[in-house]
Structure formats: structure tokens, C-alpha cells
């Protein structure tokens, strides 16, 4: 059973910071791509940046240069660092990995499967 688990939410004002944080657990041989993704009332899920597992980042251009995104493979993390808050980046935050399971790597099945956590609220007042 894999599980992913966010944290770090919360209400922050326009201009502050805010860091999130979600850790990978279970039966975990290899993690491959993790990232964050958001979903703001109304609106469809929307990728928000990326990092490989060797480290190469991507973001969206709403957040370039404000958001940092980052892993520690050994501690199966993935962080979110998020600075110059906007109102607009007020949505609830989902964390995301590919993650290849023991019992995959027994199976053959090396590209893994896709796991979301729960989700955490961000709020940003103006």
C-alpha cells in the first residue's frame, strides 16, 4: 500500500511564504516524477512544477521564479516552496508521484503507477 501524504497548508497573506511538504510511504522500490499539482474552486485540476529524479525542475509560468520545488530521494520527499504568495494561488495543493512498487519491480511492471495524496488547503488573503 503506497501513500502519499501532504502538509504545510494553511492561510497565508498576499506576499508571505508558505512550504509544503509530502512524503511517500509503503512497499516503495523507486520513485520517478513527483510534483505538485493544484485545484482552485471552479477550476480544473493544473499542474504547478515538476522534478525528475535527477532533479531537473519545471513550473508553470504563473509561478516561475516564485515557487521552488525540490526532493530528497532518500527520505522519499517532495517540497514546495512558495514564496510572493498571490490571492490567485489560493486552491487546495495535490502531490503526486510515479512510484514503482516492490511488487511491481517483481512483475515487470517498471514504469509503476501514478499516486496522488489527499490534497492541503492554501489561502491567501489579500
Known amino acids: 500500500q503506497v501513500q502519499l501524504v501532504e502538509s504545510g497548508g494553511g492561510l497565508q497573506q498576499a506576499g508571505e511564504s508558505l512550504r509544503l511538504s509530502c512524503v511517500a510511504s509503503g512497499m516503495i522500490s523507486s520513485i520517478g516524477m513527483m510534483g505538485w499539482y493544484r485545484q482552485a474552486p471552479g477550476k480544473q485540476r493544473e499542474l504547478v512544477a515538476t522534478?525528475?529524479?535527477?532533479?531537473?525542475?519545471d513550473y508553470v509560468d504563473d509561478v516561475q521564479g516564485r515557487f521552488t520545488i525540490s526532493r530528497d530521494n532518500a527520505k522519499k520527499t517532495v517540497n514546495l516552496q512558495m514564496n510572493s504568495l498571490k490571492p490567485e494561488d489560493t486552491a487546495v495543493y495535490y502531490c503526486?508521484?510515479?512510484?514503482?512498487?516492490?511488487?511491481?519491480?517483481?512483475?515487470?511492471?517498471?514504469?509503476?503507477?501514478?499516486?496522488w495524496g489527499q490534497g492541503t488547503q492554501v489561502t491567501v488573503s489579500s
Open positions: 522534478i525528475s529524479s535527477f532533479g531537473s525542475t
Open positions: 503526486n508521484a510515479r512510484i514503482t512498487t516492490y511488487q511491481d519491480f517483481i512483475a515487470g511492471r517498471t514504469s509503476g503507477s501514478v499516486y
